[in-house]
T-cell receptor, first 113, second 111 residues
């Protein structure tokens, strides 16, 4: 089954404790992206990757890191989480192209205390 | 400044009637517009799209209309069904691959 898998689905942590949210896709997509969803703001892009070893900042990259060492994986790293990073996070992948139809994971709800 | 705006946070319609979800944008360089649907505890899923050179695209019960001069698009669902109850996101694609999303509209279809 074609899918984007994120783990964990739910995470509660404390300020300053490094964490990683994993994302994996099995569709051989070149393009991958991380978004955060906040009430009234919709989905905002954090980072994206056009291919292996190619990453770039989205609209809200501060406090986040990513890496793309393999085509299928695109982990999101919060080195020193803060309460303002409490949010719902989505990973997405696509072939790119004219429409860039993106396929989303089920989401990771993060709470930083 | 939000380039894609969905000004109605929620919409409630009766089963069988038409649902109209609206979206406004400011960037005339967007070349594609997409609608995504999201159920609770799931990720958004692609619903329908329209190119900036078209004014209408239809797929079953779903039709998207684009008015470029007004920088406005709308999603029509006819007839609405209870299973259509979800959050609907409007998204616009810039040159390249970036998608810019609106804040979403919660649709409730009452049976």
């Amino acid at each position: 089954e074609a899918q984007v898998t994120q783990n964990p689905r739910y995470l509660i942590t404390v300020t300053g404790k490094k964490l990683t949210v994993t994302c994996s896709q099995n569709m051989n997509h070149e393009y991958m992206s991380w978004y955060r969803q906040d009430p009234g703001l919709g989905l905002r892009q954090i980072y994206y990757s056009m291919n292996v070893e190619v990453t770039d900042k989205g609209d809200v990259p501060e406090g986040y890191k990513v890496s793309r060492k393999e085509k299928r994986n695109f982990p999101l790293i919060l080195e020193s989480p803060s309460p303002n990073q409490t949010s719902l996070y989505f990973c997405a992948s696509s072939f790119g192209g004219a429409k860039n139809i993106q396929y989303f994971g089920a989401g990771t709800r993060l709470s930083v205390l | 400044d939000q380039q894609v705006k969905q000004n109605s946070p929620s919409l409630s319609v009766q089963e069988g009637r038409i649902s109209i979800l609206n979206c406004d944008y400011t960037n005339s360089m967007f070349d594609y517009f997409l609608w995504y649907k999201k159920y609770p505890a799931e990720g958004p899923t692609f619903l329908i799209s329209i190119s900036s050179i078209k004014d209408k695209n239809e797929d079953g019960r779903f039709t998207v209309f684009l008015n470029k001069s007004a920088k406005h698009l709308s999603l029509h669902i006819v007839p609405s069904q209870p299973g259509d109850s979800a959050v609907y996101f409007c998204a616009a694609k810039e040159y390249g691959n970036k998608l810019v999303f609106g804040a979403g509209t919660i649709l409730r279809v009452k049976s």
